[in-house]
């Protein structure tokens, strides 16, 4: 974990010697995620902080508490903080915040849904139910956008960040709608949403196959705007100017 701070520090410097300002250092992404489970155990240990790292939790926390030490000895204005969780799960967050009483801001993700490899194809009465879900008005409270975003500040108030969103976490194939109108609609759902919900910011997540790329597709071998590409644009320019 010494070493990994270390790696971020020199990061840190380096950009900064290039005159590339950093605002925000986060050095994690996704430990609730399932691909860390052959590596160490996932599920939440007793939550004692400090420096066991038997779990994905323990060594989160750890790599994290050294980096906050580092980098903000080297400049103090640079605002630290995660876990980016892959997946919307309070107890990880709570154990997080505890474990990491200096964490600046609180990252995470959400979709829709997550699809198996090879099943990305959708019904339109599914499309309508995932856009109510994102909506808050479907059968499925979880995946509500404000209810996330509003959540995670009351575990801290501190600033909250939506680092991936979209319709479907599938890749590799891609859901077809992550480049239709259909997902645009679902991803201008999400992020109004969000913002609703008293997060500071949003970063859609852009599936890739060979046809798709969330913001572009492949048309004829040439890259065209998605509907989205098109209407964030359009959201860029009527947001507040904070967000």
Known sequence: RYLYAEMNLKIVKYLQAKRVKVDYLQAINAPNSSYYVNYLDRKLPPVLCGDDVSSILGYVTSIDNAIYKMVKGFDKRIRLG????????????KAYVKCVPNA???SYHQYGRWYDPGKTTASPNQTLV???????????????????????REVKNI??????????????????????????????????????????LALVWDAFSTNSFGLFSRVAGE?????????????HNSLPSTF
């Open 82 to 93: 995660g876990p980016e969780l892959g997946s919307p799960d309070q107890d990880w967050l």
């Open 104 to 106: 600046e801001f609180l």
């Open 130 to 152: 995932d856009m109510q879900n994102a909506a808050g008005r479907g059968p499925n409270k979880a995946l509500s956008y404000y209810d996330q975003a509003k959540s995670m």
């Open 159 to 200: 600033p909250v960040f939506l680092m991936e969103y979209n319709m479907n976490a599938a890749w590799g194939p891609s859901d077809p709608r992550q480049s239709t109108v259909e997902g645009a609609v679902y991803n201008a759902i999400a992020l109004t949403r969000t913002i609703q919900g008293v997060a500071s």
């Open 223 to 235: 890259y065209v705007t998605t509907p989205y590409a098109s209407l964030l644009t359009k959201l």
